[in-house]
């Protein structure tokens, strides 16, 4: 029965056109295939667009990834037709089965280029933490909350990550030194069980106030993150200067599959300017919100009307720098710059992409002053082998030395490289902020 329903749906279409008279059906054949041709000729388009774009994705996923075989294939969607996030169930116990979208993307998240990002994080190291010396299922020792929140993992990655409890009131704390006027903030997202009726008010709120317990403050800037999905929210802004609003605004931003996607977020704060990306797009830039003299020292995190039990948040990754200044003006007036904002992956030369913000200032000076020509030079911490180090290093430096190259088409013949492994330490390797300081790269006019 099936096979004749299958073959009268053919035939039907080929019945009709036959009892169309044979003047109608000659301007009919016309027409179609006029309409054939037009499509034919967008479908060639489409497909040179994308080989195109394919081809340039891999040249450049090949600099910031060397090795990379180029994009994964289309990310799996949920009932909502939403992208699942890569590594969609935690392993806190729960067994994913009141997880909608338990079945995780597999691979490795393709590296996007961040050619035309201006970030560039602080020099001197405030507070690093990835959890690593801390349980799975505890609160971090480095946090504190008037909540609760415990650590996880995803699938089989051994990175931990703080989930966020959502609720009126409730403040996470990392332990961070008071913050100076001048300082950068970047972290990671992760976000599961979002769909179409995620609520328009769902947002991660990041306070900067004067108030180091579990209240707004007197003085403070906040940032509000949406989560929401059936609309573009956008980003909140608001400060309050002795406690009177002096900005509420809300500047448009669709993140809607950026907040899918284990987005990174980085903030600059340059006395009173508040400068926020997220990935490699900036979305906010004002020059005078932040409380003069300050005043808004302390770093906090808030989670509200998050769905219990469905929607959930977790962040890893926390890094407070001081600093963030402009790189360029030091390598013109002093000839050399140092600087451990260009990160990698973990015992590899592979760039992490939110590092290009530095590596694009360098061209810059480059492009502007012809005559300089500078030398590259890599330096690890001392965990692993000394020659391996040293190996390390080295692949390190050319890898920057290739992002300028091919990237930002500086002359090869300007730069050379070196590496010098563990030898010249600038912090203590028995610490974890000394050993984030010994990873660096330097530049020095020759």
Known sequence: MKTLTRLFRLILPLIVFLCIPPDTSAQLLKKLGKAAERAAERTIERRVENETAEKTDAV??????????????????????????????????????NNPSATGASGPKTIQVYSKF????????????????????????????????????????PEKWIELISGYGVYFIPDVPKLPEEYTIEFDVMAIGL???????????????????????????????????????????????????EIYSTVNADLREEVLNKPHISIAVNKQRFRLWVNEEKHIDIPRIVPQGGVSNTLKFHLNNFKDGKERLFITNLKVAEGGLDLRRTLISEGKVSTNGILFDSGSANIQPQSMGIIRQ?????????????????????????????????????????????????????????????????????????????????????
Request: charged letters at 30%; a negative charge.
């Open 60 to 97: 450049l996923d090949s600099i910031l990834e060397p090795g990379s075989k180029g994009k994964q294939g289309k990310a799996p969607t949920n009932q909502d037709g939403m992208p699942i996030p890569q590594g969609q169930t935690p392993n806190d116990g729960g067994g994913g089965e």
């Open 118 to 157: 201006d970030y560039v994080p602080g020099d001197k190291l405030l507070f690093f933490d990835d959890f690593s010396n801390d349980f799975i299922g505890d609160f971090p020792s480095k946090w504190n909350t008037n909540g609760g929140g415990e650590l996880v993992t995803f699938d089989d990655s």
């Open 195 to 245: 769909d179409r009726k995620t609520s328009s008010t769902a947002k991660l709120r990041i306070d900067l106030s004067d108030d180091d317990k579990f209240k707004e403050g007197n003085n403070f800037v906040q940032a509000l993150l949406p989560f929401c999905q059936y609309s573009a929210i956008g980003i909140t802004m608001e400060s309050r200067i002795n406690g009177k609003r």
């Open 362 to 446: 360098i061209s810059q000076v480059l492009l502007q002053e012809k005559d300089m020509n500078l030398n590259i030079i890599g330096h690890t911490d001392s965990d692993g082998d000394d020659t391996a180090n040293m190996k390390l290093s080295e692949a390190r430096s050319e890898a920057v030395k290739s992002a300028l190259v091919n990237v930002y088409n500086i002359d090869s013949g300007r730069l050379t490289t070196a590496g010098k492994g563990e030898s010249e330490p600038v912090g203590d390797n028995g610490t974890l902020d000394g050993k984030a300081q010994n990873r660096r790269v330097e530049f020095i006019k020759i």
